[in-house]
């Protein structure tokens, strides 16, 4: 048996929460290594469903979770989201969560400074105004507030003054009030009690657990084409989100992430700003997102739709280390007469293979399609091979050459069940 790693391989909004989900159910350790409450999982089982952004998806399956030294962390944030949940029926504890002592803290100026920027900005990002991007710059700046400095208030003001040294000459400059420093120790100091508790060493945990032989599954949040190196920047989140992060993002060795799983949509699509060569600007495009219920859960805004971009995800298999895909929302596709996959670009009149990596030539290519052939029954719930049209496995194959790699699950529906296991990733 082997650890997991689960990776969007797209722009996000694959479906990972519930595939995160069904595999806890095999593994005894469930661990988040990057971003923070802009990610959004959502978790269908039976009739309840479960929102969670910062929370590893095991808790739903009351798996060891781990929020890992590789995530910001709102804490503010973080006990809305146990106290949404508890109301839902889950009861997080600290013999369930941990929150990795090293983890760096997003504060309320650095949401107030996301805003500022992106409403100042000529070339809008699409951020979801969290404050993940200025707290991984104080992160990398060696100015950051952490998990563990909670635990330790008489540190907290000589923290607080450098942390603020910065940023109130950042305030003074978008014309806001500069932070007042007692305040923000004051709401540290009451919210620290409700946090410490769940505070812990995740690296000695994940080591303990291996050493102990238990399966861990790693869960990355966003996706390959928003990595802040691989993706399509500079509309791109702040964090590495390729696989190779699950390392560095927990506190294990690389050979530790196990088998390395890329969720992908049976179409594509994106929220926010940034490049898109297959997005459909017609009513194809609008069916594909009332099909799909495209919304995002983080933020509602609707999802930009298109289709299924070979090009895009045969090279975040490469760049992301994908092992195996998980195909999901295959039933949103029931009922169209023919689908299209792009299998390559045009740019200046050559043929590219890939995406470029400057911003000018990946919003100048044009997709070069091919067309399969729709299906008319039903693929919605099917759980074996045998459930599926002889259509719809024939562009689930066609997708697997065109990536170059195989599918391991195949996901019909939002519900948990509704999964068909090919090849077990685990082993």
């Known amino acids: 048996m082997t650890n997991v790693t689960v990776i969007g391989a797209q722009w996000g909004d694959e479906g990972k929460g519930k595939i995160i989900d069904w595999l806890s159910n095999r593994a005894e350790m469930v661990v988040r290594f990057q971003g923070g409450n802009n990610a959004g999982h959502t978790i269908v089982v039976g009739d309840k469903t479960y929102k969670l952004s910062l929370l590893p998806s095991g808790v739903v399956q009351g798996k060891r979770s781990i929020i890992g030294n590789g995530v910001v962390v709102d804490p503010w944030s973080l006990l809305d989201e146990i106290a949404r949940v508890g109301a839902a029926g889950l009861t997080i504890t600290p013999d369930i ?43 990398v700046g060696r100015r950051a507030l952490r998990a563990i400095d909670l ?3 008489a540190s907290l003001p000589a923290k607080i003054e450098k942390l603020l040294a910065h940023h109130n000459v950042l305030r003074r400059g978008f014309g806001h009030a500069e932070v007042d420093a007692a305040a923000l120790l004051v709401s540290l100091k009451e919210i620290a009690p409700k946090i410490t508790p769940f505070i812990g060493s995740s690296w000695r945990e ?34 590495n989100t390729v696989a190779g992060q699950a390392a560095a993002g927990a506190g294990v060795g690389p050979r530790e992430i196990g088998t390395v799983l890329g969720i992908v949509k049976s179409y594509t699509t994106r929220v926010g700003e940034g490049p898109f060569p297959t997005e459909l600007k017609d009513a194809t495009g609008e069916k594909l997102g009332e099909r799909g219920h495209e919304f995002g859960t983080v933020t509602g805004r609707k999802r930009r739709c298109g289709w299924f971009d070979a090009v ?11 092992d195996g895909i998980c195909l999901t929302k295959l039933d949103v596709l029931d009922g169209f007469e023919e689908l299209k996959v792009c299998t390559h670009y045009e740019l200046d009149g050559k043929r590219v293979d890939y995406l470029p990596a400057d911003a000018n030539s990946q919003a100048l290519v044009k997709p070069v399609y091919e067309t399969l052939e729709g299906w008319t029954d039903s693929t919605r ?36 069940d509704d999964t068909i296991m090919v090849r077990d990733p685990f082993l």
């Open 97 to 139: 969560l941990v929150l990795a002592e090293n983890a760096v803290l997003v504060l309320p100026l650095h949401r107030e400074l996301d805003g500022m920027r992106e409403d100042a900005a000529a070339q809008k990002i699409g951020t979801t105004k969290r404050g993940i991007g200025p707290s991984y710059e104080d992160k």
């Open 206 to 239: 994940l080591d303990a657990a291996k050493r102990a032989g238990k399966r861990i599954l790693f869960e990355g949040a966003q996706a390959v084409l928003l990595d802040i190196d691989h993706g399509t920047y500079p509309f791109v989140t702040s964090s």
């Open 381 to 416: 719930g099917a759980r074996s091979w045998a459930q599926l049209p002889a259509n719809a496995i024939k562009y689930v194959r066609r997708i697997e050459e065109l990536i170059g790699a195989q599918v391991a699950l195949l996901s019909t529906s939002p519900d948990r």
């Open 312 to 322: 895009l995800v045969r090279q975040t298999v490469i760049t992301g280390g994908v």
């Open 151 to 153: 635990m330790d208030p």
